[in-house]
T-cell receptor
């Protein structure tokens, strides 16, 4: 079964600084998708960024970018110019192509300090 | 992204009563609905998966008679917590998915259930 590991339960960063959240996963499949979701205090799950495994180019969405290392099965999220509104739980998630179930990591609680 | 409406956002009920949570996909057809439960400071735990017009498939350890799922239409699914007990208090989240958006997961706003 696929597993997703987030090794950092909590992290903090100063406003305007850069922070990287780590995520590793385990799969024997070649076709899959990876996601980072943000869950702020409101608890609404928000998609931050997504990466298709067949794409070599790392996905980028404004201040959010990923470092996708397929061979190492690593999918880290970099947040640049951190803002107070980035304070949230961040979940890494995996979806196997053809499967229907998202597999979530345990999450990283990120606090952005003023 | 797609619009998902989950209602109610908060509910308090007495032990022994039943509570129904609704999840609507407002601008796409949800052929599959996922229901999650989230304990404080923990990740989302998949409870069950349902396809429109079919019986739900429950994850191991989830009581199907306690958590009744109905997915009668492509835009509405409901989760009913029957004979609720305090240990059922939790945060419940729905996630509808459509055939054309299969690799996109959208989520409802969640329902905080408190059983007293």
């Amino acid at each position: 079964a696929q597993t997703v590991t987030q090794s950092q339960p909590e992290m903090s960063v100063q406003e305007a600084e850069t922070v990287t959240l780590s995520c590793t996963y385990d799969t024997s499949e070649n076709n899959y998708y990876l996601f980072w979701y943000k869950q702020p205090p409101s608890r609404q799950m928000i998609l931050v960024i997504r990466q298709e495994a067949y794409k070599q180019q790392n996905a980028t969405e404004n201040r959010f970018s990923v470092n996708f290392q397929k061979a190492a099965k690593s999918f880290s999220l970099k947040i640049s110019d951190s803002q107070l509104g980035d304070t949230a739980m961040y979940f890494c998630a995996f979806l196997e192509g053809g499967s229907e179930k998202l597999v979530f990591g345990k999450g990283t609680k990120l606090t952005v300090n003023p | 992204g797609a619009v998902v409406s989950q209602h109610p956002s908060r509910v308090i009920c007495k032990s022994g009563t039943s509570v129904k949570i609704e999840c609507r996909s407002l601008d796409f057809q949800a052929t599959t609905m996922f229901w999650y439960r989230q304990f404080p400071k923990q990740s989302l735990m998949l409870m069950a998966t349902s396809n429109e017009g079919s019986k739900a498939t429950y994850e191991q350890g989830v009581e199907k008679d306690k958590f009744l799922i109905n997915h009668a239409s492509l835009t509405l699914s409901t989760l009913t917590v029957t004979s609720a007990h305090p240990e059922d208090s939790s945060f419940y989240i729905c996630s509808p998915r459509g055939d054309l958006l299969w690799t996109e997961a959208f989520f409802g706003q969640g329902t905080r259930l408190t059983v007293v």
